[in-house]
């Protein structure tokens, strides 16, 4: 019989039906039985079998299946389980099949290692040799099953070696689950390319174990046969015997194969229930397998295709991290290239701080020193903060005292310009010097005598503006701040330009306003740039003065009512008492305060100028400080005086009313020079109580006070007279305090002068009572009142040298100097038909008689004069009059006349020779001291 047994690889061999392999082969099978039994001395050495052992002693040592279960643990270490040794050997052979089962290699029965066919056996452990040497060639099976952890690549390589179909079945699923576990984003076609190997094998695996059932299927109808046909010739030998002993032997032997062949049909029964069994379970097997396989396989397809789809996802993902790193590799050079830059700049910032640490430490040595430089400085500061107040004091006392070494009384004189309208005469104004030099022309005169030269303080030509005008003027404003007491008056003729130089021909415009708005703005100002170290008030009076009556012009009554008084105590007698006194804050309100003002002064028509004024007004402002620190309080006034016309007035042109006016307004001019003078000649007795306007300003002119007087010229030729007649009066208060500037020494002399004046009055006054006596025995009294008075010496010329030189003197008529005879011409001049009709005397006669009338003896209009007189003449020791004791002591006041009494005699000689030589010294002395 012929039965075919499946091989591990798939293989099969020709098995003979006793057990043996067919003859071909039997070589190959003695060859394998002793390879067989070295390969199980080799791997269990303890069993030392012979290398020709039998196949009974080969179940001898395998029976108990402890050689076969140490045999796969040796295999794989730990693999199995070991029973106890009360463990019956089948229990160990179960395991050691079941390990085979699981390994999907040629199984054999319990009982065919028991007392059965050792063929199966044999096949079996060669399977398991194979096995082994497959493992010892690098693929290992258990080693697979056992490390479930097996990486893609180990399986591919089981793949590749065909180590996989050698891996149990079991761990193939294990790994199949495990590789379906992981990670979908492991899946690729390596791991596709797995799946499809372990695929493959199972279903190898199962198509193998189907083709075993079928083999084993066979061989057990095969052994069936073989019962069958023994079964047979047992009942043929049983009823061939006829001998009774020998019927009994072999009844005996009936009865013993009988039981036999019950034995064997039991036995046969049960292998075929066993065989059933199989069967079934086989089939069962089959079909779970079938069913599973494709149950693994739609799984696996659908594993395939979602492993494709993420096989095509991570290709896609590939591409994209491709791009990422193309992108991320552009970055990096980008952050290399940034981190190189980075790297040089910080080497050149280290580089940097270097230096500026090298610098950091000059400078904080350079730092220290300047501290301790400083330190030393601020010593010095501190030390001179302290003394600050001192310094500012020291200072204000300076700034005042060079005001005072330029003169306490200042003259400007000022050209109006011709008037748009006016037909454009000749002007009588020659020249305008720079320092202060003016020349005049007069008209009806040729040659050099037409030439008259003044001097003072500075000449405005009549294109200064009010601002240049204003610049002048202003350190004096700042005067009144330190406590001192400021008079500006403007005089002039009707329509000079008084009002316009004092107040501006309009308020609307700044560049029109006068020194009255400009002095205030400037003092607002000041007081608001030092509201830190003082606090100012500030109060303002506007009076005006007419027929020597004072009018308050923001009196309460009148349209200022709503502007509020100033309460607070005034310095003793520097507010004018009469009128009421407003608080100002700002320029605004000194504006509104004017207008009211302005409003209500007086204003008269003459035939000169039909607004003209003819009264003064008195703009007096009055400021307290007090010093924030030290609580002193400073005091000072400022008066802005805008005079009456100082034109003489002829008895013909006005009468009445007018005369009147203009008398008062003479005697008050003329008070104010004599004021002025005495001032400035610092004599022990002023006159103010001449007039209302010195009584009223009479405490801001002395002491302290400074004066600035605007002499207003019109330049029109017709009023040379008048004009000369101003400049006259000014240049005497100019040239005066030109004398006040000198040294010590000149105060010495004039102090000397003082007491030869006074000792003069003494003498004069004896005169005069000589003189009464005299007049009233001879009945004549003007008459040796003239010769008293020409008998007076030189007067100061207004100018020298040539000019003085005048031929007009040189007659003999002139002992009153050139300015007497000169203001005779120009009042012979204005009064022509009037000096000849009455007077037709020669001309001694003629200069007698305008002598009177200039001192303003003469009965009829002797307040005509009176500016004239002050003009010639500032009275020194009266306050009453303009009487001949002022002219005379007023002759006594320069040191080279300072004559005995005898220069009183009548002698033209002395004169001339007296008059020259004062003029020569007068010329020095005036360009010396030019330099206010
Ligand atoms: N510097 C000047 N520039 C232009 N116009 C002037 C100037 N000075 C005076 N005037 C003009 O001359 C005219 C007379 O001036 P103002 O009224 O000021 O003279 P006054 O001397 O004040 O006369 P009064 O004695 O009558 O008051 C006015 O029209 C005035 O605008």
Redesign the pocket.
Known sequence: MISVYGRSDGSSSILSFNGSESRESIDDTKQGHQSLVEWLNETLPYLKLPWEASEEELRACLVDGTVLCNLLNQLSPGSMRMGGSFEPGCVNIERFLAAMDEMALPRFEVSDLEQGDMIPVIQSLKALKGVDSNFNDGGSQFKEASEINTSHAQILDLLKSNSLQNTSTRSLFDMLDRLLDESPQKMNHVFVSILRGIVQVVEQRISNQAENLKNQNILFRVREEKYRSRINVLETLASGTTDENELRSEEKDVLQIEKEKEHSDAELSKLKQELQIVKVTHEKQILELKLKSEKTKVELEKQLKESELRVVEAKELEKLSETKTKRWEKKEQTYKSFINHQTEALQELKATSMSLKHDVLTIGENYFQDLNYYGIKLRGVAHAAKNYQIIIEENRRLYNEVQELKGNIRVYC?I??F?QGQNKKQTSIEYTGENGELVVANPLKQGKDTYRLFKFNKVFG?A?TQEEVFLDTRPLIRSILDGYNVCIF?Y??????????MSG?SINSEEDWGVNYRALNDLFHLTQSRQNSVVYEVGVQMVEIYNEQVRDLLSEDGPNKRLGIWNTALPNGLAVPEASMHSVKSTEDVLELMNIGLMNRTVGA?T??E???RSHSVLSVHVRGVDVKTESVLRGSLHLV?L??SERVGRSEVTGERLKEAQYINKSLSALGDVIFALAHKNPHVPYRNSKLTQVLQNSLGGQAKTLMFV?INPDEDSYAETVSTLKFAERVSGVELGAARSYKEGRDVRQLMEQVSNLKDMIAKKDEELQKFQNINGIQKRGLSKLRIVSPPRRPSLGGALTNSPRRRQGSGLLGRTTSDSADEHRHQNESRSSSKFSGGAKDNNIFEDIELLGLEDSDNEERLSDISDSCLSMGTETDGSISSGAMELTLFPETSNPPEMFEQNDNWNIKATEAYTKSRQNQTFSSVDF
Not at 492 to 501: D, L, M, P, R, W
């Open positions: 000022r109006r310009p008037l009549p200064s403007a002039g003729q009707t329509g000079s330009g008084k009002t316009y130089t021909p003459t000169l100028n607004k003209s004024s805008d009456a016309g207003q």
